[in-house]
């Protein structure tokens, strides 16, 4: 496993478990060598990238982010190239494992997004960037921006119009007092008529929806002067109503054999 940063000692001992009989025991005495300072990168917190290379068989790699009281964090992670299975980890106050971490995602693509819920009173969380199938040197980037809260996707990405529509946001930092807002594409601001607060990282809004314009909506949600945006989160698409017109036109006089198509 990781080490958290700090000064560490090497320590050899000699008989360890005193099964060599001796007359005196003056020999069981141990050599230290340290201090050995072990430190681990720091991101910060405005979103400012840092560099690594991860390479074939390589360890993880580790980073660690100040996270404020209160706030949550939003981890992007950037490749050069498509570079599959790319595992990014994080846990507040220890080095992240398989049985011992708060958020976690496998990036399959050139880049993704990870989001962690913060803590009330803050804390420094340790984040690890690994893959064990690179088979070549592969370049990438961290950027932490720590934050209030965070909007990071909804569902459904279309929506059917109806007397009552709930969209899920997705994201981190969400409480009961936050105001979500959906723009249509014209512009206009509908306030949800309600919402219910599932977790921490999961939001639900009801509105009706039967008697707005069709068309890609974005969402904001704000607290005091702290805002989020995610623009042309959802498709709304209205319900029409089934109709069918036919006007039928035929010859003033049928004649045996009609129609003749010679």
């Avoid at 000064?7 to 025991?25: I, P």
């Avoid at 020999?27 to 991860?54: D, H, K």
């Avoid at 958020?103 to 803050?122: C, F, M, P, Q, Y």
Wanted: overall charge negative; charged content about 20%; some cysteine.
């Amino acid at each position: 496993p990781g080490l958290l940063p700090r000064d560490y000692y090497l320590l050899v001992r000699a008989d360890v478990a005193d099964v060599q009989r001796e007359g005196v025991e003056e020999s069981n005495n141990f050599a230290a060598y340290g201090p050995i300072p072990v430190t681990i990168r720091e991101i910060p917190g405005e979103g400012i990238p840092l560099a690594g290379v991860m390479v074939p068989g390589g360890a993880p790699l580790f980073f660690r982010v100040v996270v404020p009281p209160g706030a949550s964090l939003r981890l992007q992670l950037r490749t050069e190239g498509e570079v599959a299975g790319t595992r990014v980890s994080a846990a507040f106050g220890a080095i992240p494992e398989v049985d011992s971490r708060d958020a976690w995602r496998k990036i399959d693509s050139n880049g993704g997004t990870l989001l962690v819920a913060g803590r009330e009173n803050g804390g420094v969380c340790y984040v690890t960037v690994a893959n064990d199938s690179v088979r070549v040197a592969t370049p990438f980037e961290l950027a932490a921006q720590v934050g209030s809260f965070f909007l990071d996707a909804v569902s459904p990405e279309r929506i059917t119009g109806g007397s009552e529509s709930e969209v899920l946001l997705h994201g981190a930092g969400f409480h009961e007092n936050l105001v979500v807002e959906l723009v249509d594409p014209l512009g206009i601001v509908h306030p949800a008529e309600r919402m219910e607060l599932l977790s921490g990282t999961t939001l639900a809004i009801h509105a009706s929806m039967a008697d707005w314009p069709a068309g890609r909506y974005g969402v904001r949600i704000r607290a005091g002067t702290d805002l989020a945006v995610l623009p042309s989160a959802f498709e709304l698409a209205q319900q029409g109503t089934p109709s069918f017109h036919a006007t039928l036109t035929g010859p003033a006089r049928l004649r045996a054999g009609f129609p003749d198509w010679q």
